[in-house]
Each structure stands twice: as C-alpha cells, then as structure tokens.
C-alpha cells in the first residue's frame, strides 16, 4: 500500500505544551491521498495523527457532505447547518437547492437537498461528533428513523477511506479530552460511523447535488463516478429536466404542490427567494412543470436613469410616487422588484454610498409597509382590500454598505451589477446578512464600459468564464451556490452584434454556469436599433419578444420596465414550453 503526501498541516499548541482541551492553532498546510489501490485505509492510517516532539501532525481530508431539511423553514435551517460547518474547515464548493419526495417513509414533507465540499483536519468520529451537536442547534429532535427532521448533515465520502462502525476512524480521535463522558460518547459515535455513506448510491436527493460539485467523483467502493450513479436511476447530471418514476416520488407534502405537478413526482431545482406570508423562505421552482419565467420589475429611484429617470423618483420629495410604481408593478404580476439607487447607463456620474443609501432605503421602506398594510386589510376587508401579498425585493447595487442597508430596510436578495467585483467587502457582507446574491458580467464601469468590448470574438466563452469565476468567489466567501443568480450583462461592455449572440446562446451560457440566469433586454439599445425606436420607452413590445426569446434558451428572470407585458407574454410562452 502506499500513501501520497503532498502537503501537511502542523497544528501547535499555544504555549507549546500539549494539554488535555489545549486549543490548537494551524501552521502550514497539506492533503494526504490515499492509493486508489487501497480504498479501506483505516482511521489510524487516514486521520494521520501522531506526537512528535510536542506537535500532532495531521492531514486536511477532503469531505463531502448531505445536507436535508423537511421542518419548519427548510432552507433557513440548510443555511444555519451550512454557516456552522463553515466553523470546521473550509467550505470551498457547494451545490444547487433540490426539493426532493421523501424515501422509505413516505407519509411525510418534501425535503430540501444540497451538498458540500469541506476541507478539514477532524477526523471523521470527531467530525460526525460536531455535526450531530451542529444539528441539534439547528433545531433537530430525536424521531424515528427515516421520519421527519429540522436539519440532517451527513457525511457522504471522507478521502477514500472506507469505514464501517467500529474502525475507530480518527486514530488519535482528534484532540480527545480524556474525559470519561466525552470518551463514551466519541465511542458510540464511532460505532455508527460508516463511510461512504452506505445508502448515497441509491439516493437521487444525494447523488443530484453531489453531481454539482463533482460529477466525476468516484466511489471508493463501487468505483463508479456520481454520474454513473445517476444514470443507473435514470437520471442525468447538470442542468436539465430530472424525474424520478412515481413509485419513488410519494405524495408532495409541503407547499401544497402534488407530486405529478412536478412532471413524474420528480425532484426540481428551486432557488429561495423572498418570504411566504407563513414566514418561510419562498421557493422558485426551476425546472419541472411548476416551473416558469419569473418577471423582475425595475423600480429606478435615479434622476437619470435611461429610460425613465425621474419619473417615478424626484430628489427631495420622490418617495411616495416610487412607492406607488412599485405597488403597481406587483399588482400587474411583478415576481420581484428591483431597487435601485444609482444610474449604470453609459457615461452616468456615480453617487456616494449615503446619497444611495438615501435614495434607495426609504422606497424598501415604503413598499414594506403599505404591503404589510395592505394584507393586514385584506385580512379584515375582503376583496376591498389591496392584496398583493408578501413584496420580493432586490437591491441593485455595487456597494455593499448599500446592499446591508437595503437588507436590514427588508431587501430580500442583492442585485450586483459588478458581479461582486467592485466592493472588495461585497460578498463577505452578502454572506453575513443571509440572502441570495445575482451577479452581472460586466467591465469596467458605467464611464468606460462602451470601450472595453474586444472579447477576441468569444464573448460567449469570455462572459460564461467570467461568471462561473464570480459564482466561485461568492462560494467561497460563504454564499453558497444555490443562492446565486448570473446575469450575462446584455448591453454592459457589449456591441449590438455582442448582445444579439449573447442572447442566441443563451442556452450554451445556462450549461456552462449551471445557476439560474437573469436577463435584462428591457428598452436596450440593440431593441432600438432593431425596431428604428429611438425613444427607450417605445420599445416595450421589442422587449417582450426579447423575453420570450430568453426564456425559450433558458433564461429563468427576466429584468424589464413595463412588468404587465412581459408577464401577460411570458405566461404564453411558458405554457407552450411546459406542455411540450
């Protein structure tokens, strides 16, 4: 057997002695691989732990985890697990958010699914140890096997070590107290430690998120990779439609959706956005027949926007009639709608965070309130009351003192024109405050975009590069990825031939990212040359073929101006689409 070092971690006690619950700090770093030959390397072997002259050396292993939840708000358990396992290592790649039938006992809610990349220097028993304590902070209770549960974190592969109960699994156990109780608890651990986990390959809700990460991953045991996996259930890696046969479906128990809603009872990609009027996180269904175009609605609260700069907004007095538009926006279907308080058309003056700040804050505001107002009318009135329901909101900015403004005013999500780029504390911010995060491709800024528009004739590649390569940092900042929305930029550092291509290859953008893409033809340049419309507000009925054309090549949002037309439009085509 052999066992290939090509890097190490030398963990040291502060005061250089090592002590029972002496913390421990990282020096430098490595990762141990085992032979390919040698799948059953026991903990001893793996977890690399031994004292040497008053240091443990240990290996960083690569883990990757489930994650599941079908109690309460779902995803806001999945994100609290997921902060916490960013406490044990490094989280460095993410799936997307899975709504999946529940297995072996049926008679229960859908789950949520994901998965996750965690590099660590536990061992596995202490590993499985802090999940479980992870868990039960998150809410989980005792239930019966397979039944109902607030969150469940498992451990699904760890390197390519093949552990079955009783191995130990972690050599020195992992900085072990010698504490009686503690020891007692590692060891009923470690006799229920398996790895791999010994039901993933016949799992979809596992296997489908783990396909995001690493299609290609191999199981040490049945050496077949995950897409293998998958194809032997009839199912396919990447994006695309997913079922599972009915038998494996049950009955859809949250959200009131029945399971042949769903194609075949199958699992869908959902993407959280926005709040339920029960307070939990709102899913987009984003594949399947539940699934559709969501319709953005642009509230400007600029006085030079392109196309309607200061029509809904007036320094010093603006509020209401922006409050107002965006009311309007969401009783003609509005999915979302996206506060801006900075112009980014061509040559537009920036603005200070605080004039931002003051431009786009009060509007959140006022939008929160008379939509609060309004349900708790309708509650009490009927259908004389103004019933518009729970407002999403997004905020389009580049700065992220803007954006946690917007967040702590009742913004849903950030909208990044830059892709995170511009405020080097844009993504850790958006990763504090919780929300989802959609990114732009774009270069340079709004006064020198028009002269950067040399791609080398691969704008497709070059704009799909870029916004994986955004969608990476976010992950690794600790937004995961099943929160991001991509935007390919139409009309940002782009010609008109530039965005016409764009918007032909839409669909090759959508394979290549994987996350759900945002659109923004509205009133562009491009529709007005197409057209002969020099006025942007004449080119609405453009923009809503522009939308069509979008949503045939896989685009999942469309960002527009006139919300009325697109969503009449779109509710159309999607028809058409998901009856095919």
Not at 118 to 127: E, K, Q
Not at 188 to 211: T, Y
Not at 353 to 371: C, K, N
């Amino acid at each position: 057997m052999s066992v290939t070092l090509s890097r190490y971690r030398v963990l040291l006690p502060r005061n250089g002695r090592i002590l029972p619950g002496c913390p421990l700090r990282p020096s430098t770093t490595t990762r141990i691989h085992t032979a390919s030959s040698v799948p059953s390397l026991r903990g001893s072997l793996l977890d690399f732990g031994r004292r040497r002259g008053g240091a443990s050396v240990r290996s960083l292993a690569t883990v990757y985890l489930g994650l599941g939840s079908n109690v309460g708000d779902r995803h806001a358990n999945l994100l609290r697990a997921f902060k916490g396992l960013r406490e044990f290592g490094e989280v460095d790649a993410t799936s997307l958010l899975y709504e999946t039938p529940p297995m072996y006992v049926e008679d229960q809610p859908w789950f949520l699914n994901a998965a996750c990349r965690l590099s660590t220097d536990l061992g596995p028993a202490v590993l499985l140890e802090r999940l479980k304590v992870l868990e039960a902070a998150v809410g989980r209770k005792d239930t019966a096997r397979w039944g109902p549960r607030a969150v469940d974190v498992d451990i699904l592969l760890y390197d390519d070590l093949v552990l079955d109960g009783g191995d130990g699994g972690n050599g020195d156990d992992g900085g072990d107290t010698g504490r009686p109780q503690q020891h007692q608890e590692r060891q009923q651990s470690k006799r229920w430690l398996r790895i791999p986990h010994p039901r993933m390959h016949e799992r979809p809700f596992v296997l489908l998120p783990l396909a995001d990460i690493q299609p290609d991953l191999a199981h040490p045991v049945l050496r077949s990779t995950v897409k293998e996996l998958l194809s032997g259930l009839g199912l396919s890696a990447g994006v695309g439609n997913r079922t599972l046969s009915a038998a494996a479906a049950g009955a859809k128990g949250v959200e009131g959706q029945a399971g042949e809603s769903a194609g075949a009872g199958g699992a869908e990609r959902v993407l959280p956005m926005g709040v339920c009027s029960n307070g939990h996180t709102r899913l987009w269904p984003m594949e399947g027949r539940r699934s559709r175009t969501y319709v953005m609605g642009i509230l400007n609260a600029t006085p030079d926007s392109f196309s309607d700069g200061g029509q809904h907004y007036r320094r010093g007095g603006g509020v209401a009639t922006a409050v107002e538009h965006g009311l309007k926006m969401a009783r003609d279907g509005a999915d979302v709608l996206d506060i801006g308080g900075e112009s980014t058309r061509p040559g537009a003056a920036e603005v200070s965070p605080e004039e931002e700040i003051s431009r786009v804050v009060p509007v959140i505001e006022g939008i929160r309130d008379a939509a609060t107002a309004g349900g708790e009318a309708a509650a009490g009135e009927g259908d004389d009351a103004d019933t518009i329901g729970p407002v999403t909101i997004t905020v389009d900015t580049r700065r992220a003192a803007v954006a946690e403004a917007a967040v702590a005013a009742g913004a849903d999500a950030v909208n990044d024109v830059s892709g995170g780029t511009f405020d080097p504390q844009m993504l850790a911010t958006v990763a504090r405050t919780g929300v989802p995060l959609m990114m732009m491709h774009m270069r340079g800024t709004p006064q020198t975009m028009t002269s950067l528009t040399d791609y080398g004739g691969n704008v497709v590649g070059e704009v799909s590069q870029s916004l994986e390569a955004c969608s990476r940092a976010a992950d690794i900042a600790g937004v995961p990825r099943w929160m991001h929305v991509l935007n390919p930029g139409i009309g940002f550092a782009k010609t008109h031939s530039q965005s016409l291509l764009l918007m032909r290859e839409l669909d090759v953008i959508a394979k290549h990212v994987g996350s759900p893409l945002l659109v923004g033809p509205s009133r562009k340049r491009f529709i007005g040359e197409l057209t002969s419309e020099s006025d942007p507000i004449q080119r609405d009925w453009g923009t809503v073929g522009a939308c069509c054309s979008a949503a045939e090549r896989g685009a999942k949002l469309v960002r527009v101006h006139n919300v009325k037309g697109a969503v009449l439009a779109l509710a159309v085509s999607d028809a058409i689409r998901n009856e095919g």
